[in-house]
């Protein structure tokens, strides 16, 4: 259907206000802890995760992969901004790329904690805060 040059720039306008708007406000990479929930913004929506079911975060990338009891969910966000917002008794950062709960810890040594999602490494920086978070 052809359309006049006057509608596509009202609709560009539109369009790039939407895009300045998210830039100013964050919203699709907004994360915060709420009640005891995690909230991510996906694309236009928010998805509230009760931070109970949060077992591990993983950085893949631009990305990272939240592991729940029973599923992950991906999200574009940084582990800085997710870290941020989870309870420092409650979870841990043991490597650059690893945020893992208290609850998943099976155990540890020096160099690996096992998990319910498996065997995560621990970074040489994170090995002194991962000692305090277990009050070894």
């Known amino acids: ?11 560009m306008d539109r369009g790039v206000a939407a895009v300045m708007e998210r830039r100013a406000t964050g919203v699709p990479h907004a994360v ?4 005891g929930h995690l909230s991510m913004g996906s694309g236009r929506r928010l998805v509230q995760i009760p931070l109970s079911d949060i077992r591990q975060v993983d950085a ?8 729940l009891e029973g599923r992950t969910r991906r999200f574009c966000s940084t582990m800085k ?3 941020a917002q ?7 950062r043991v490597h650059r790329c690893h945020i893992i709960s208290r609850s998943s810890i099976q155990d540890w040594d020096g160099l690996v904690v096992r998990t319910s999602q498996g065997t995560v490494p621990i970074g040489a920086s994170y090995r002194r805060r991962l000692r305090e978070f277990m009050g070894a």
């Open 86 to 92: 989870l309870p420092d008794r409650e979870f841990v």
């Open 32 to 35: 915060t802890q709420v009640m």
């Open 1 to 11: 259907k052809p359309f006049s040059m006057e509608r596509f720039l009202l609709a």
């Open 81 to 83: 901004s997710i870290e």
């Open 60 to 67: 893949q990338g631009n990305h990272v992969i939240i592991h």
